[in-house]
């Protein structure tokens, strides 16, 4: 059974890694203050600030989303500790994991849209293209 369960949750893991992967085609933190990559992409401060505020709301919201996804990820442990596990029991918890996880990752892949609606598509190109050079 236990052996069941975690065939399912690799494979929807494996299912939506390429929503995780998209959201890694652009650096993460606050690189709109390198200096290289301000005058690479030549950011105004009108779009620094807005980059600013959106890396806030966003950062908030994923700190409430990553404590969701280690809660749900503690319950199901939880359950799958139990003698006998309960079927059921344990599917619906793995259900709400999953949907915290994948809130989680459309928080992250909002994040790279709305970034890619304030410097506009070439710019984000751009971004793109330097950060996989970067690395």
């Not at 995780?20 to 290289?36: F, I, L, R, T």
């Not at 966003?58 to 199901?76: G, M, N, T």
Request: net charge positive; no cysteine.
């Amino acid at each position: 059974m236990l052996k069941k369960v975690l065939i399912v949750a690799l494979l929807i893991l494996t299912i939506s890694l390429p929503e995780v992967v998209a959201a890694q085609d652009v650096p993460s933190g606050k690189w709109w203050y390198n200096k290289k990559v301000v005058q690479n992409l030549s950011l105004t401060q009108k779009e620094v600030r807005q980059l600013d505020r959106l890396y806030e709301d966003s950062h908030r919201k994923l700190i409430d989303l990553k404590s969701a996804v280690k809660r749900e990820q503690f319950e199901l442990d939880t359950l799958l500790g139990k003698e006998p596990v309960d079927d059921a029991k344990v599917r619906k918890q793995f259900k709400r994991l999953e949907k915290a996880r994948t809130d989680l990752a459309n928080e992250r892949l909002g994040f790279v849209i709305r970034v890619r609606e304030i410097i506009g598509a070439d710019r984000f190109q751009q971004l793109k293209t330097s950060y996989k050079e970067w690395r």
